[in-house]
């Protein structure tokens, strides 16, 4: 392959450009993705002395991380014959790239775990009296999103902390200080401890530093004070840096984000390399000339020339607006271009509705029921509105004693299936057992259990659509149950089961989507209703952006509390981007019109009383003479549709799913596909534990150190943790996990001068966006009889014999990952239990690692179609801890389950 290929002038430039720092500003559809990835691969190929691991690449999103990995991965195949060592070069988003330095390097903080939104929420309205809300003045539950903002804005501007009154600074120690007495990271705090470890620890900046030779930062008009600080502080480490991105689509600084960053970087960073991407290969003429039309109204702005590369073929018709008086019918006249357009051949997964606000979602989405319009609503969130959530509901509703049996009783005849009357009785006697008052220890009453307890009476199977919208929404509710419990799972019972039905009803209830929703391993065909900000990164034949009314779009400023109620502006730089303003919302639009690629449609009806005047962003595109008000002749062929996307959905495993999948393909389909989540219990973790503790001991030994029992001891002092053990279980396994680490190195100690690898990252890529990685838990070298020998190892905890272990697809996942790595074909898979030290090996022979390709592409077609069969029989199902959902009632009398 020539990596120059179908490149115009501008990207072989900026894919040659490799002895230098450079600022690419590429426009929207200009094919950055292309040239990043050619431009790495140009860099590996020029520069013999230049591994993978040397070259960082920050993503805004893991999405747009997957697509380029997936062109990295592709074009180091074609050019480079190989993807050797890939695995160690990290694509990715900042976040992730800080906590994997972290975790990696120092052992604190390999206990850490990082709450997402939801459960950050229920953290700091649990330690309420500890985070620093209180010293802000903000009030519990009505305030706390509040507070969670001003404590990011805070975080992401900590340098800036001099500024700040004696409270605030408080506040945000306070805050700091709760969650890392749990091990908790949110996602500002890992940003803040990257730098701080950066700037403060010596020994870690010189590592990160050593590593990094090439740095690029992709949608970097996204960054934002502390992620630009991070860059910076890399730079200075002697890299050479390349930043992507538009000033044009920064649309992020209501989250923060400096759109200053890119407009002075080049005079900031002293860049001499400056090259403008400025032709869309994506969007026909009239695509580029409309949002060209309304962007140009900006004046805030860098100089660039933007023109169509003409690949897409423009007809009138293509690009239109209509005004309408009442939203149904302007709701129907989406409808129905829709219709017409898939009925031409467009794809209905190749149409997009993007909203600037949510609230117009449902509307249109009941229009598209009436005209059997497939469609995914993405951020509309009614999972409580379903029959079988409210049933789950009604389970812990009813042990708190709000809600009476037959209430109950009827919750569960509610749901759209034909449940056994005696089983729902048999279930609701199983909860009046339970006298969650008297139950002093944590341990003794887990909701998740109660929840499973309560599933496995009855008996729901998955033989229709219907059975399986209800199973995917349980599943979701069994999520819920997680994210809850991983916060309150060692509060007392009584308190736990109040916060859980609080929880419920006061802020699950508007969070969570249908459980259908979050399935990320199958892409339907369905309209895709979103909103803008949301569709940043895709592309789509046709988009319809409705509701063109001021007020709307352009959004009116939002009233009520804000950050600057509670701190002050002058504490942080450039502080008016956080209230946008035309500019900012006219880059929106910008954004909007630029996802289409041959059909536009821009539609509106007078809103409420503020929203009754035409959008000025409306007028602003009618100026293009390619924007024509619609008329009923127009009409679609097939014959200038551009190329739709016959991928399948991108797919990512590890090889711990992989795992479950040939197991059992069902059993997988239960926990991965709708989402049951098996119950905490208090020894969680402790797996976990050992595997970062032997890890800890041999990259010791790999770097060349002599370790003494008494480090070794602290070794395991330094990395057990186990998150829900009470302190007497918590003693109790640690002084277990001494004494089968202390037999461990005992055994094998005289073999680690032979470990080539300790935790090494494995990445697969199997072509049709399939990936798969994971961890090699070690690897080392064995002279048998005058040859050296190569055996993966992997160590386990669990109960399964090694025996069973050995034969696990798993284990030959690895050896495939190995190749990959190194080039190079192990000898031997070991299984190593290290709470008895009884280990088996196996031989790689011949066509093993050619059969485990095919099984895993088997497995992923398998996936992407929901063939997902079981694999029942006694033996095998008593076993399965999912079991109750997956059998009849006379399969599980059969099998006695």
Request: glycine share 6%; charged share 30%.
């Amino acid at each position: 392959m020539d990596l120059f290929e179908n490149l115009s002038d501008n990207q072989i430039e900026a894919v040659k450009t490799i002895d230098e720092d450079l600022e690419i500003i590429a426009c929207a559809g200009a094919g950055k993705t292309g040239v990043v990835s050619r431009r790495i691969i140009n860099i590996l190929k020029s520069n013999p002395d230049i591994l993978p691991e040397n070259i960082v690449a920050f993503t805004f999103t893991e999405k747009a991380a997957e697509e380029l990995k997936s062109r990295v991965y592709k074009y180091g195949e074609a050019v480079l014959g190989n993807t050797k060592g890939f695995a160690n070069m990290y694509i990715g988003t900042i976040h992730g790239f800080c906590l994997k330095m972290l975790q990696e390097y120092i052992v604190q903080f390999q206990k850490f775990t990082v709450l997402d939104e939801i459960k950050t929420k229920l953290y700091i309205e649990k330690n309420y009296n500890f985070c620093g809300m209180p010293d802000l003045g903000l009030k519990i539950y009505t305030e706390t999103n509040l507070f969670l903002s001003v404590i990011s804005t805070l975080n992401e501007n900590w340098f800036e902390r001099d500024k700040w009154d004696e409270k605030t600074r408080t506040a945000v120690d306070k805050y700091k200080d709760t969650f890392y007495r749990k091990n908790y990271f949110d996602y500002s705090l890992i940003m803040q401890e990257m730098l701080n470890q950066l700037e403060n620890n010596k020994n870690f900046a010189d590592i990160i530093l050593s590593k990094i030779k090439y740095l690029t930062v992709d949608e970097y008009q996204d960054t934002n004070p502390i992620q630009e600080r991070l860059i910076h502080f890399i730079k200075q480490g002697g890299c050479n840096l390349c930043i992507v991105g538009d000033d044009d689509q920064t649309i992020y600084q209501f989250r923060g984000s400096d759109p200053e960053n890119i407009l002075t970087f080049r005079e900031r960073y002293g860049i001499n390399k400056y090259i403008v991407l400025g032709t869309d290969y994506r969007s026909s003429e009239a695509i580029v000339d409309i949002g060209k039309r309304v962007i140009v109204n900006n004046e805030k702005r860098l100089s660039k020339v933007m023109e169509s590369g003409k690949l897409v073929k423009y007809e009138e018709g293509d690009t239109v607006y209509r005004e309408f008086n009442e939203c149904d019918e302007e709701y129907e006249f989406i409808a129905k271009r829709i219709k017409a357009l898939h009925d031409s051949g467009v794809k209905y997964s190749e149409v997009a509705v993007l909203l600037r606000k949510r609230k117009h979602g449902p509307d249109i989405a009941k229009m598209f029921d009436e005209y059997e319009i497939p469609y995914i609503i993405e951020g509309v969130n009614e999972l409580f509105s379903t029959a079988e959530c409210q049933a789950a509901k009604g389970i812990f509703d009813y042990l708190a004693g709000t809600i009476g049996m037959m209430e109950l009783f009827q919750l569960w005849k509610n749901i759209d299936y034909d449940l056994d009357e005696k089983e729902i009785a048999e279930a609701i006697a199983t909860l009046n057992v339970i006298d969650v008052k008297s139950k002093k220890f944590y341990g003794e009453f887990v909701l998740q259990k109660v929840y499973h307890d309560f599933l496995r009476r009855i008996s729901i199977v998955d033989e229709s659509n219907s059975s399986e919208i209800i199973l995917y929404n349980l599943g979701k509710f069994s999520q819920v149950i997680n994210d809850f419990e991983t916060i309150y799972y060692t509060t007392i019972p009584a308190n736990k089961l109040s916060s859980f039905c609080n929880f419920l009803k006061y802020t699950a209830d508007g969070y969570y989507p249908e459980g259908h929703i979050a399935n990320t391993y199958i892409r339907p065909d369905a309209v895709n209703i979103m909103t803008v900000h949301q569709s940043k990164g895709l592309e789509f034949t046709a988009v319809f952006i409705p509701q063109m009314n001021h007020n709307n779009f352009p959004s009116a400023k939002m009233g009520g509390k804000s950050i600057w109620h509670v701190i002050d502006k002058d504490w942080i730089p450039n502080a008016d981007r956080f209230a946008g303003g035309i500019e900012e919302e006219r880059k929106l639009f910008y954004v909007a019109i630029t996802r289409a690629k041959k059909f536009l449609f821009l539609t509106r009806s007078p809103g409420n009383t503020r929203e009754k005047k035409v959008s000025e962003f409306m007028v602003e595109a009618k100026e293009s003479p390619y924007m024509l008000g619609f008329d009923e002749k127009m009409v679609y062929t097939n014959a200038h549709i551009p190329p739709m996307s016959e991928d399948a959905a991108p797919l990512n495993l590890n090889f711990s799913i992989l795992q479950d999948y040939f197991d059992c393909a069902y059993r997988f389909k239960l926990s991965m596909f709708y989402g049951f989540v098996q119950p905490i219990v208090p020894a969680l973790g402790y797996g976990k534990a050992m595997h970062e503790i032997v890890m800890n001991i041999h990259r010791r030994f790999l770097s060349g150190e002599t370790l003494s029992s008494e480090d070794i001891e602290q070794i395991v002092n330094d990395s057990f943790y186990l998150p829900y053990a009470n302190p007497k279980l918590q003693d109790n396994m640690l002084e277990g996990a001494k004494k089968s680490i202390a037999g461990y190195v005992t055994k094998n100690q005289d073999d680690f001068a032979n470990i080539t690898m300790a935790e090494a990252d494995i990445e697969l890529d199997m072509g049709d966006g399939i990936k798969v990685n994971g961890r090699i838990d070690l690897v080392k070298r064995r002279e048998i009889s005058g040859e050296e020998k190569t055996y993966i190892v992997d160590f386990k905890t669990a109960s399964r014999e090694v025996t069973e272990c050995i034969n696990a697809e798993q284990l030959k996942i690895y050896a495939l990952g190995y190749q990959k790595l190194t080039g190079e074909i192990a000898d031997y898979l070991e299984i190593y239990n290290l709470d008895n030290s009884e280990s088996e090996r196996q031989r790689v022979t011949e066509g093993l690692l050619d059969n485990v390709s095919r099984d895993i592409r088997d497995a992923a077609s398998n996936i992407r179609k929901n063939d997902l069969s079981r694999k029942c029989s006694k033996e095998k199902c008593q076993k399965c801890y999912l079991n109750y959902l997956c059998l009849s009632k006379k399969e599980k009398q059969e099998y006695e389950v």
